[in-house]
Structures are given as C-alpha cells and as structure tokens.
C-alpha cells in the first residue's frame, strides 16, 4: 500500500456552502516529492494541514501507513512542518528552538547536538545558535523553521511555500538544498508553492490544483510541456 493515500478527501469549512477541497484522491508512494501548485486559493494549504492534523476532515479517508487517521492529532503522525508563518518560540533561542521537537522524542543529547550542528552547518546559522528569534532577519527565522523540521528526520516533511521569504540567491540555495536533504533523508515530501521553477527542480510529482479538485497529476515534464 501507498505510504500516504487519500481518498475522495473533501473540505467544507465551518460556514461555507462550497467545499475548498473535494473529491481528491491520491497515492503517494514511500520517498517520492510532491509539489502541489495551482492558483491562490485553490486549496492547496487545505490540503497539506489535513495531512499535518491541523484541520478537520469534511469527508472521505486518509491513511498513512495503512492506518487511517482522519482522527489521529498532528503528534501522534510521524510528520515534521515548514510553513510560511511557522511561529518560533520566542523566549527560547534558535539552538533550544531546534532542539524542542527532538527533547519531546526523548532523543539523546548527544545525538540532539550533533543533528543541530550539521543543520546549522547546511543552513548557514552556526553562528546564530545562541540567538533568539526577535535578533534574526526574516529569511533567518525562515531557515530556523526548516532547520527543526530537518533535524526530526522524519519519514514525511509537509512544506508550505518554505522559501517564500528569502531573497532569490538564498532561494537558488534553498532550493539545492531541499533537494540534498531529500535525498540524504530518503523521506516523502509534500510540497506547497507559487514557484514554478521549485516545482520543476524538485519535484517526482507535480499535482495541479483548480478550485478545490485536482486537474493534473504528473512528473514536470508532462505538466509543463503539454501544448
Ligand atoms: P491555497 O493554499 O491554494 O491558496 P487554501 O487552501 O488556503 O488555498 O484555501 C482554499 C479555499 O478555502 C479558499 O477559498 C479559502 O478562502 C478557503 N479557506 C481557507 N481557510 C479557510 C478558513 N479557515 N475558513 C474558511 N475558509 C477558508
Ligand atoms: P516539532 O518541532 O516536533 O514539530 P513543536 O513543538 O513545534 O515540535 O510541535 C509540536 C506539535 O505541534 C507538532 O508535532 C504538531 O503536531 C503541532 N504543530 C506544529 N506546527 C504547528 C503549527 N504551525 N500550527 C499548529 N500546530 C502545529
């Protein structure tokens, strides 16, 4: 079986008569790299959060790993996040920042220390361990956020527009370095952006989102050189 699968996932929002989301269904196999891309408001976010278990399923199943967890909350799914507003603890500094998510897993010291320091390495913030969030730049704090999803190491990594707020040279780099990442993590990630040049470098599987449903699923080149 799949390592994710939805099945004809619907979303209605709490006062909306039209659903954001519906009859959805997709496969994603184990170490794959989806993109969903599509307009604004196409319901991509959606989507990704109902994975994450940080909103409602309106309808249909989703399983990960053979085991259906419309029902399941976000910690108890093997997931690590990026988003775009991902909110950093304010009176923890970037090290202890990092460490939060792995000190909750009960992983060693050590091991916390070691897996921050190559992350801080890969993400050019070794110098900023010992800093808290207010003293960072943007694209700084962006980075932190992808350095506690990267230090999890988690079979799956939900990205929602994870670049959004770098410059274009941070971007290119980011970009190169995601790819890196899910290769030498060997883990599924599903992706969200505006970016069509992110979707074509990195993607297995594009997934193009119109209105709440899905018009095409394909690798890049299908979905970029159809007439
Ligand atoms: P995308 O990520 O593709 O920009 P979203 O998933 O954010 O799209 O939004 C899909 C649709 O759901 C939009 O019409 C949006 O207005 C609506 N929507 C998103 N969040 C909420 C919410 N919390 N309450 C009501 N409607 C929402
Ligand atoms: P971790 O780094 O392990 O995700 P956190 O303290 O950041 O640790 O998150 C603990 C849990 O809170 C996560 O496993 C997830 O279920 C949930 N969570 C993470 N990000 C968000 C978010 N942006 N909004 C709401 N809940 C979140």
Not at 34 to 44: R, T, Y
Not at 79 to 108: C, D, T, W
Not at 149 to 154: D, L, T
């Amino acid at each position: 079986m799949s390592q994710i699968s939805l099945r004809n996932i619907e979303k209605i929002y709490e006062g909306s008569t039209e659903p954001s989301v519906k009859d959805f269904n997709l496969e994603i196999e184990d170490k794959e790299f989806i993109v969903f891309v599509g307009p604004s408001g196409c319901g991509k976010s959606t989507t990704l959060r109902m994975i994450a278990g940080l909103e409602t399923i309106s309808g249909g199943e989703l399983y990960i790993k053979d085991k259906l967890v419309n029902k399941t909350p976000p910690k108890d799914r093997d997931i690590a996040m990026v988003f775009q507003n991902y909110a950093l603890y304010p009176h923890l500094s970037v090290y202890e920042n990092m460490a939060f998510g792995l000190k909750l897993r009960k992983v060693p010291k050590n091991e916390i220390k070691e897996r921050i320091a190559d992350a801080a390495e890969t993400l050019g913030l070794t110098d900023f361990l010992k800093r808290k969030p207010s003293a960072l730049s943007g694209g700084q704090r962006q980075r932190v956020a992808l350095g506690r999803a990267i230090v999890r190491e988690a079979p799956i990594f939900l990205m929602d527009e994870p670049l959004s707020n770098l410059d274009a040279k941070l971007r290119v780099q980011m970009r190169a370095e995601i790819t890196r990442l899910h290769k030498h993590l060997n883990n599924t990630i599903i992706y969200v952006t505006h970016d069509q040049t992110e979707a074509m470098t990195m993607a297995t599987r594009i997934v193009v989102m119109k209105d709440g449903v899905i018009q095409q699923i394909g690798a890049p080149i299908d979905v970029y050189n159809t007439p």
